[in-house]
């Protein structure tokens, strides 16, 4: 069953609570561990919740950022998703974080996911705190509604941790994304969603064919792990 959708608000509040749940998970790991992974999406919904968390008391050090997905663009273009960690999260204290990119320069996508699978797997094995969002057509990472791969792209059967896709439709087709296993696997998950039209898209979402609204996909295989926090 999907979680519940726990509203705020505010965006500053929700920001502040995901904030909070990403670093008792981080730190969590930290202690029991030795070290612990943080994976992050893009867009502009999570800047104020990256401010905010890397202001927070972790041992940075012991800490590796990756990112859910990522378009295929060089890490100074505007669309890039490592652009926006690098410009709203890897400051402050957080700055001493490592740091796992998608893109990767002189490369097609395909031969990059294999690359980046391998450099991501040993992190995604379990990550201490996976940040989702949602798009308004139902899409979270890049797993979009027709997709054709959607179901085996999504499943823990996937053996890859991140696939090469091409979005048709969106701003940007070209993507790297995490597979199913390692977002279902994480041990702690927020999606950050914010607007009314995003709150009855969730809705929406507990009794849509996952395959029409891949969100689904996600809040079925993380369960009572996954927290939805929601602002107007």
Not at 7 to 29: I, P, T, Y
Not at 181 to 200: I, N, Q, T
Request: a neutral charge; hydrophobic letters at 40%; glycine letters at 8%.
């Amino acid at each position: 069953m999907p979680a519940a959708v726990l509203e705020f608000a505010s965006r500053e509040e929700a920001s502040g609570v995901a904030a909070e749940m990403a670093a008792k998970a981080l730190q969590r790991d930290i202690t029991g561990q030795g070290h612990a992974s943080l994976f992050v999406s893009g867009g502009s919904t999570p800047e104020e919740m990256f401010v905010q968390l890397r202001r927070e008391e972790i041992d940075w050090p012991r800490v590796t950022v990756g990112l859910v997905d990522e378009r295929w663009v060089a890490p100074d273009d505007p669309e890039s998703n490592e652009k926006l960690v690098r410009t709203h999260l890897l400051r402050d204290k957080a700055a001493a974080a490592g740091f796992l990119p998608m893109w990767m320069p002189g490369c097609e996508p395909e031969q990059a996911a294999a690359d980046r699978s391998r450099a991501y797997a040993p992190h995604c094995n379990r990550a201490s705190f996976m940040l989702l969002g949602m798009g308004l057509d139902g899409h979270t990472a890049s797993w979009f509604p027709g997709e054709p791969t959607l179901r085996y792209l999504s499943s823990r059967s996937n053996t890859q941790t991140v696939a090469a896709i091409r979005a048709e439709g969106a701003c940007t087709p070209q993507r790297l994304t995490l597979t199913g296993r390692p977002v279902a696997d994480a041990v702690r998950a927020v999606l950050l969603v914010f607007g009314k039209e995003k709150r009855a898209k969730l809705e929406e979402a507990r009794k849509a064919d996952p395959l029409l609204c891949p969100v689904r996909f996600a809040m079925d295989g993380l369960g009572e792990r996954l927290s939805i926090v929601w602002a107007p």
